[in-house]
């Protein structure tokens, strides 16, 4: 296992995507409208298979409303970034200043025309880690691809430059251009003796809570919709609704199709006062579900504590666990580096106009945007 600091120069296959689990994803997609289990999406699922590897694909049309960014990067690049721009509220100036940019860039990404795509490899999560991807697998998605959706661009999200290296140069090499996205955090698994102060704060808070501990096995009917509730509290609320809208039926059917774990703290009252939903593929992990009561006072602790609880299980498996963005300082202090994530998208078979587009998009994310992701750790 690499060194979560070091970026590394060969890639070890940390993602392995199981065709049981793809099976079960694309078939939930297929039996129960995409609006139902995410509130603010639409588009079509479908699968992919290359080689000996199996991916979850998504088809979306540019017109297609509602849609949230994980298949629109028109909302990730415009509406989303204009959102994430209350970051800057202490310092005004480069606010309006990168306002203005998006603002400015805004045609150009429109022109770009990734929003009719294809996207492989798209669990429809914020994060989604991608199994290895040599040059010969690169170029066969390429070529399949290509003579398929002749008209559409080809979007694989989540590479980042820790985990992926291997794959960003196949890609790369195949005529995908990585467009810089967001700064994520990456921690390899560590012991006990390598906890940070506030690691072992967390889980000192963890050992005395009155809350009690619910398991994977012991989530019901009610509790997905708590678990809704929980979820919308933070991230729709509290952040942004522009991040998915995941349901109570998606969390269950998530849960019941062994796709997602579950975990949670339970008050006295027998309602959940925290939950995250954890996604095992391969040896790394993600946590694309989290939510807790917002309405309880800080000094409980909720978010640390589920926080705890997934670090403790990548601990417990040897995962390399990507905790995706947002929080930078409270993941820094928990162990977690920082890594550039990119999206890959090939567009040399469409029209001249989005070449150049999506070309100078490249450039002014690599030359702009990533020094500013990086000085904000956005």
């Given at each position: 296992?690499?060194?979560?600091?070091?970026?590394?120069s060969?890639?070890v296959?940390?993602?392995?995507?199981s065709?049981?689990?793809?099976?079960e994803f694309v078939?939930?997609?297929?039996?129960?409208?995409?609006?139902?289990?995410?509130?603010n999406?639409?588009?079509?699922?479908?699968?992919?298979?290359?080689g000996?590897q199996?991916?979850?694909?998504?088809?979306?049309?540019a017109?297609t409303q509602?849609?949230c960014y994980i298949?629109?990067?028109?909302s990730?690049?415009i509406?989303?970034?204009?959102?994430?721009?209350r970051?800057f509220?202490?310092?005004?100036?480069?606010?309006?200043?990168?306002?203005?940019?998006?603002?400015?860039?805004?045609?150009?990404?429109?022109?770009s025309g990734?929003?009719?795509?294809?996207q492989?490899?798209?669990?429809?999560?914020?994060t989604?880690?991608?199994?290895l991807?040599d040059?010969k697998t690169?170029?066969a998605i390429?070529?399949d691809?290509v003579?398929?959706?002749?008209d559409?661009?080809?979007?694989?999200?989540?590479?980042?430059?820790?985990?992926?290296?291997?794959?960003?140069?196949?890609l790369?090499?195949?005529?995908f251009?990585?467009l810089?996205?967001?700064?994520?955090?990456?921690?390899?698994?560590?012991?006990?003796?390598?906890?940070?102060?506030?690691?072992?704060?967390?889980?000192?808070?963890?050992r005395?809570?009155?809350?009690?501990?619910?398991?994977?096995?012991e989530?019901?009917?009610a509790d997905?919709?708590?678990?809704?509730?929980l979820?919308?509290m933070?991230?729709?609320?509290?952040?942004?609704p522009?991040?998915?809208?995941y349901?109570a039926l998606?969390?269950?059917?998530?849960?019941s199709?062994?796709?997602?774990q579950?975990?949670?703290?339970r008050?006295s009252?027998g309602?959940?006062?925290?939950?995250?939903?954890?996604?095992?593929?391969g040896?790394?992990?993600?946590q694309p579900?989290?939510?807790?009561?917002?309405?309880r006072?800080?000094?409980?602790?909720?978010y640390?504590?589920?926080m705890?609880?997934?670090?403790?299980?990548?601990r417990?498996?040897?995962?390399?666990?990507?905790i995706?963005?947002?929080a930078a300082?409270?993941?820094?202090?928990?162990?977690?580096r920082?890594?550039?994530?990119?999206?890959?998208v090939?567009?040399?078979?469409?029209?001249p106009?989005?070449?150049?587009?999506?070309?100078?998009?490249e450039?002014?994310l690599?030359?702009i945007?990533?020094?500013?992701?990086?000085r904000f750790?956005l």
């Amino acid at each position: 296992m690499p060194l979560c600091g070091i970026v590394m120069s060969t890639q070890v296959d940390l993602v392995e995507n199981s065709p049981a689990k793809v099976a079960e994803f694309v078939a939930l997609f297929k039996a129960v409208p995409t609006g139902d289990l995410i509130g603010n999406l639409a588009t079509q699922v479908e699968t992919l298979e290359v080689g000996d590897q199996t991916f979850p694909v998504t088809l979306n049309d540019a017109g297609t409303q509602p849609n949230c960014y994980i298949c629109r990067p028109s909302s990730a690049y415009i509406d989303y970034a204009i959102d994430e721009t209350r970051n800057f509220s202490e310092v005004p100036m480069v606010r309006v200043l990168v306002r203005a940019l998006i603002g400015a860039c805004a045609p150009l990404v429109r022109a770009s025309g990734l929003d009719h795509q294809v996207q492989v490899n798209n669990w429809l999560f914020s994060t989604n880690p991608v199994p290895l991807i040599d040059r010969k697998t690169a170029a066969a998605i390429r070529q399949d691809l290509v003579t398929r959706f002749a008209d559409r661009a080809i979007v694989i999200r989540s590479l980042n430059d820790i985990a992926d290296p291997v794959s960003i140069a196949a890609l790369r090499a195949e005529g995908f251009r990585m467009l810089a996205s967001r700064q994520i955090y990456i921690a390899a698994a560590l012991d006990r003796q390598a906890m940070t102060k506030d690691m072992k704060s967390d889980w000192s808070l963890l050992r005395r809570t009155p809350y009690r501990f619910v398991g994977n096995d012991e989530f019901t009917g009610a509790d997905y919709r708590r678990c809704e509730r929980l979820y919308a509290m933070l991230y729709l609320e509290k952040y942004t609704p522009l991040n998915p809208q995941y349901t109570a039926l998606y969390i269950a059917e998530m849960h019941s199709r062994g796709i997602l774990q579950l975990m949670g703290l339970r008050g006295s009252d027998g309602d959940l006062v925290a939950v995250t939903g954890l996604f095992e593929n391969g040896s790394t992990l993600t946590q694309p579900i989290v939510g807790y009561d917002t309405s309880r006072p800080q000094r409980e602790g909720l978010y640390r504590m589920v926080m705890a609880m997934a670090q403790d299980h990548a601990r417990e498996r040897g995962l390399f666990f990507n905790i995706s963005a947002g929080a930078a300082e409270f993941k820094r202090k928990r162990g977690a580096r920082p890594a550039i994530e990119y999206m890959a998208v090939h567009v040399a078979h469409l029209s001249p106009r989005q070449r150049v587009a999506t070309r100078i998009m490249e450039w002014v994310l690599g030359r702009i945007g990533v020094p500013l992701l990086q000085r904000f750790e956005l």
